[in-house]
């Protein structure tokens, strides 16, 4: 991803920026980690491991990353996993920065596309 974050300022105002998306959104949280795995911020409706989540973030995105440079298909757009009690969305944020949030059972996955597009808008603004 060319456009840059700044990582300080999401690292310590991070939260109260998924907390608005999240709520917004109907969500049950987010997550922004760093490419080794720990979070740098989050915000869950619910109890939640975010260092769990935060790890597991940062690995999904860097099995992907890895799969699409090995078979030249670019980089990543959003990988958006559906189970049976939710589905988990995972973005690229360019600069060695993974996100990823959770929506319930039923969640409209175009909506949550759009507002994936218009959230990391908002985060490479922050």
């Given at each position: 991803?060319?456009?840059?974050?700044?990582?300080?300022?999401?690292?310590?105002?991070?939260?109260?920026l998924?907390?608005?998306?999240?709520?917004?959104?109907?969500l049950?949280?987010?997550?922004?980690?760093?490419?080794?795995?720990?979070?740098m911020?989050?915000?869950?409706?619910?109890?939640?491991?975010?260092?769990?989540?935060?790890?597991d973030?940062?690995?999904m995105?860097?099995?992907?990353?890895?799969?699409?440079?090995?078979?030249?298909?670019?980089?990543?757009?959003?990988?958006?996993?559906?189970?049976?009690?939710?589905?988990?969305?995972?973005?690229?944020?360019g600069?060695?920065?993974?996100?990823?949030?959770?929506?319930?059972?039923?969640?409209k996955?175009?909506?949550?596309?759009v507002?994936?597009?218009q959230?990391?808008?908002?985060?490479?603004?922050?």
């Open positions: 991803m060319s456009v840059s974050v700044d990582v300080s300022k999401l690292t310590a105002e991070g939260t109260q998924l907390q608005g998306f999240v709520e917004k959104m109907g049950e949280g987010a997550v922004i980690a760093t490419a080794e795995g720990l979070e911020a989050s915000y869950f409706t619910s109890d939640k491991d975010a260092d769990l989540i935060a790890a973030t940062a690995s995105l860097s099995v992907l990353s890895s799969a699409l440079e090995n078979t030249d298909k670019g980089a990543l757009n959003e990988l958006i996993i559906t189970a049976e009690g939710g589905s988990i969305a995972v973005k690229d944020l600069d060695d920065i993974a996100f990823a949030c959770l929506a319930p059972k039923g969640y996955m175009g909506g949550l596309i507002a994936l597009k959230f990391m808008k908002e985060i490479h603004s922050f």
